[in-house]
C-alpha cells in the first residue's frame, strides 16, 4: 500500500493532474519527498538503498532490466495516462484525408502497442508467479 511508504524517502515524480490528486490522497502535502524531479531517467539515478519512486508500468518493465533495482505492484487503482491529439484547425480543413489517414493509423498502432503491452504484462506475471486482474476501460 503506498501509505506503508516513508514519503520522505520518495522521489516524486510528476506524472500529470491525475497522479498528483492520487498521490495526495495517500501523502499529505506537508511530507516532503527526498527529491522532485521531472523525469524517470533523473529518478533513476537518483535512486539507491533507501529511496523509492512510483512509475507507470511501462517504465517499470524497463527498470526490471537492472539488478539493482527491485519493483512491486500496488494493492490500490492508480491513475491511467490519458493521450491527446492536437491538429490546427486550418490544416485540418486543407488536409482532412492525410489528417483521417493518420488518424486510422495512430489508432490501430495504439492498439497494436495495446495487445503487445497485455502480452508482455502477462509474460512477466508468469515469470513472476502474480495474479494480476485486467480490465479494459470502454470509456476512452
Not at 524517470?40 to 533495482?69: G, M, Q
Not at 489528417?99 to 490501430?108: E, M, V
Amino acid at each position: 500500500m503506498p501509505s506503508d511508504l516513508d514519503g520522505r524517502k520518495q522521489i516524486y515524480i510528476n506524472w500529470g493532474a491525475d497522479y498528483v490528486h492520487w498521490h495526495s490522497l495517500y501523502f499529505p502535502s506537508y511530507i516532503m519527498p527526498k527529491f522532485s524531479v521531472d523525469t524517470a531517467k533523473i529518478a533513476v539515478d537518483l535512486l539507491d538503498d533507501t529511496t523509492w519512486f512510483f512509475a507507470p508500468y511501462s517504465i517499470c518493465l524497463e527498470l526490471r532490466k537492472r539488478e539493482d533495482c527491485y519493483i512491486s505492484g500496488l494493492a490500490v487503482q492508480t491513475p491511467s495516462r490519458d493521450m491527446y491529439m492536437i491538429t490546427d484547425t486550418q490544416m485540418e480543413k486543407m488536409k482532412r484525408r492525410e489528417i483521417t489517414l493518420f488518424k486510422w493509423r495512430i489508432i490501430h498502432y495504439i492498439r497494436h502497442k495495446e495487445k503487445e503491452f497485455i502480452d508482455m504484462l502477462h509474460r512477466f506475471h508468469m515469470e513472476n508467479q502474480t495474479e494480476y486482474v485486467f480490465e479494459k476501460d470502454m470509456r476512452k
